[in-house]
């Protein structure tokens, strides 16, 4: 996500505390191993044990207990489920008309990896009308973002299990963050809606096993009255227009996407298909009154593509594009495959939209493609997205990137004061500054250390060896010091954790404004 660097907010955005009814199982899930890795559940979880759909436990097996309400993430305790992998959505949207609740449903393919009583969804505010697990109807509760779903039979350990979850959404809901975020989950437009789900919005949405580190397909099929179109992340599988002129599109993600990066969009627009490096296809989805006004910046994709490719290597899923979302929001996002991008970036100065255009692009490669482990690694993605743009606004006619650094590095103390060290961010201060320019520091500062040759060997390691994987911290330190072939743990660590900001290598003239409290 692209935050606007000049004007940081230091407001603490409101905090929503973990209902108390869900502190007991929340130590559970703390203190026991339900936290999968992304990496299993990319490989789809176990399949060693596999059984019939919502077999009950054996049993000789282990006693079926409740799945965790969280995966135990420090900043986001209740974010994810533990308990079961999801293999695949499927979600249903009978759209009806701009800011008016309309029904939905989701299906949720997914395999147990304890055996459970019971599970957790990630869902808030809509209205549930019932829930089937393998067809039989099974007893929920709601606790905040917890839909708590009990089936009538346990499920056992390696059992796969389909739960349908039917509902009427509501377009007009949305939450608000006092950071760089502001405005977000359902975000209206004149004609329509886009979707901005970062960090926790897509439960506002639909139904999910919402963490960044947890990743699965979907489908979507999104009915719309005559006139409009729709547009999700990936591939359009097809259309079928109705006897009513109602028309039902359906979409494949292609690849697993975090709850975080789901797209759906619906309005009066235009798709403008076109052609990146080896032929990858290209389609923007323009609002019908803003195509010609955002098409010179828009045409400038391919070159984009081109030059992240030149330094990360290829570009990492099956397709790309811009949607130009109608809205005031005051940030982009790396929604998967199809970045949403408000107006106002693409019909003002080139250097700017440029800026814009190119860091959403970067998080394909670090962020969606390589997804965070959890919350506090927000660095990895922000950070490589603000340097790359950094870098390329430099080559084309902004700022010099050494500038933009040592007006960083002037300010690094206070933001690690404000808003905690660059790995080291609170709930309330994850979309600060520190995650964008103060991250970006952090990379500029280990390209001083090792060389700029060996530093583009890191990032290209980087985003190759865990391409559609989770990898956190700990991972880039270590794959940083073996491509340097010198352990860079002390350098970085102090870069990433420590209370000061250490000298930059090679330019012991910069320094640190005092910081003010």
């Known amino acids: 996500m692209r935050a606007a660097p000049e004007h940081p907010e230091t407001r603490h955005p409101r905090h929503r505390p973990v209902p108390r009814a869900r502190r007991a199982l929340l130590a559970l899930a703390l203190t026991g191993a339900v936290a999968l890795t992304a990496d299993a559940l990319l490989a789809g979880g176990p399949t060693a044990h596999r059984g019939s759909p919502g077999a009950s436990a054996a049993p000789s097996g282990p006693a079926p207990t409740p799945g965790a309400p969280g995966i135990g993430d420090p900043l986001m305790p209740l974010a994810g489920n533990g308990g079961y992998t999801v293999r695949r959505y499927t979600l249903d949207f009978d759209w009806r008309a701009p800011r008016t609740p309309f029904e939905a449903g989701a299906t949720i393919s997914a395999v147990a990896t304890q055996a459970l009583s019971r599970f957790d969804l990630d869902f808030a505010g809509n209205t549930l009308h019932h829930v089937t697990v393998d067809g039989a109807p099974a007893t929920t509760a709601r606790d905040g973002d917890e839909l708590v779903v009990t089936p009538a039979r346990p499920l056992r350990r390696g059992s796969a299990f389909t739960v349908r979850v039917a509902y ?14 502001q405005d977000y989950g359902w975000v209206p437009t004149p004609d329509g809606t886009v979707v901005c789900a970062q960090p926790d919005g897509a439960a506002l949405v639909f139904p999910a096993n919402d ?17 409009l179109g729709a547009v999700a992340n990936g591939r359009l599988v097809g259309t079928h227009r109705r006897p009513d002129g109602r028309v039902r599109w359906t979409y494949d993600s292609e690849e697993p996407i975090a709850a975080q990066l789901v797209q759906m969009a619906i309005g009066r627009f235009t798709f403008v298909d076109s052609r990146g490096p080896r032929g990858l296809p290209v389609r923007d989805v323009v609002p ?50 199809l970045s949403v991008v408000p107006r106002e970036d693409l019909l003002g100065d080139q250097v700017d939209a440029e800026r814009n255009l190119v860091h959403e692009l970067t998080h394909h490669w670090t962020g969606d493609s390589v997804a965070i482990r959890r919350w506090s690694d927000l660095w990895l993605s922000e950070g490589h997205a603000r340097f790359y743009e950094r870098l390329y606004s430099d080559e084309h006619g902004g700022m010099s990137m050494e500038s933009m650094m040592r007006s960083a590095y ?60 989770t990898a956190g911290t700990r991972d880039f330190i270590a794959l940083a010091s073996r491509v340097a072939r010198q352990d860079l743990t002390p350098f970085l660590t102090a870069w990433l954790y420590g209370s000061h900001t250490p000298p930059m290598p090679g330019h012991p003239d910069w320094a640190v404004d005092p910081v003010e409290d």
């Open 168 to 181: 009427t959404a509501d377009p007009t809901q949305g939450r608000h963050r006092d950071d760089a975020i």
């Open 211 to 227: 963490h960044p580190s947890l990743r699965a397909p979907v489908t979507f099929h999104i009915t719309t009255p005559p006139g």
């Open 288 to 337: 019908d009154d803003l195509v010609a006004d955002t098409a010179a910046y828009r045409s400038l994709t391919p070159g984009h593509m081109e030059w992240l490719e030149r330094r990360l290597g290829p570009y990492p899923f099956r397709r790309y594009g811009v949607l130009v979302g109608d809205t005031d929001l005051p940030v982009a996002l790396e929604t998967q495959s």
């Open 410 to 469: 002037e300010q690094h103390d206070q933001w690690r004061h404000d808003e905690g060290a660059p790995a080291e961010p609170s709930e309330a201060t994850l979309f600060k500054v520190m995650r964008y320019d103060g991250s970006a520091l952090v990379l500029y500062a280990l390209r001083e250390k090792v060389g700029a040759e060996t530093f583009e060997r890191i990032e290209r390691s980087w985003v190759t060896e865990y391409r559609g994987r």
